[in-house]
């Protein structure tokens, strides 16, 4: 051996612990769909207060007879339209709850694709199970509530008892929604369930 080197090689530095960490998304199209919904809900009551009646509603709500007719649209334009405050105000907190969260890990674009097939199936569910009217976000909100429970019972041995406590955390807000849904009027469980 040359200078006093030898063929050995230096022992390998000990291991270390990374965190990864899930990038960092603004809630951009939650805030535009809270937005919107806001909006559609202030043309309501404007119109309410000009014409004497709900013209966005009677354009956009679920109304069987009109899918039937071929006003397709209504299975979309139920999900930005409420019919009174208290409505919009729980739909927009449930969504402002959830979006943050679900458009963080999912992206803007799975997201708003989340959001809009939730919608459209819950109102598709009403459209075959009830013949009453309906509006409002809760078919969207619904799918996202759905969609979460999903994602943390497929990694639910990557969270462990974080995902136990999220599942039974999601069942309850499930169960709780349903429940007032089957026994107080005017509310479309069918669109939830769907």
Known sequence: ??????????????????????????????YVLIALCILMYLGQFASQAYYGFDLLAVLGMKVNDGILAGQIWRLLTPMFLHGSLVHIAFN????YS?????????????????FLVGGVAGNVASFALTPENSLGSSTAI???LA????????????????????????????????????????????????
């Open 1 to 30: 051996p040359q200078s006093g080197l030898t063929s050995e090689t230096p022992p390998a530095p000990p291991p270390q612990m990374v965190r990864v960490s899930a990038p960092s998304v603004r809630p951009v199209v939650t």
């Open 92 to 95: 927009m907190y449930a969504l």
């Open 147 to 194: 969609a979460e429970a999903v994602f943390f019972y497929q990694n639910r041995e990557l969270f462990a008892r974080q995902s136990s406590r999220a599942l039974s955390n999601i069942a309850s807000i499930a169960a709780v929604n349903l429940i007032i849904g089957f026994t107080a009027a005017n509310i479309d469980n069918w669109g939830h369930i769907g």
């Open 142 to 144: 619904f799918g996202l």
């Open 98 to 114: 959830l979006g943050r969260s679900i458009e963080s890990s999912y992206g803007h674009f799975r997201f708003t694709l989340l």
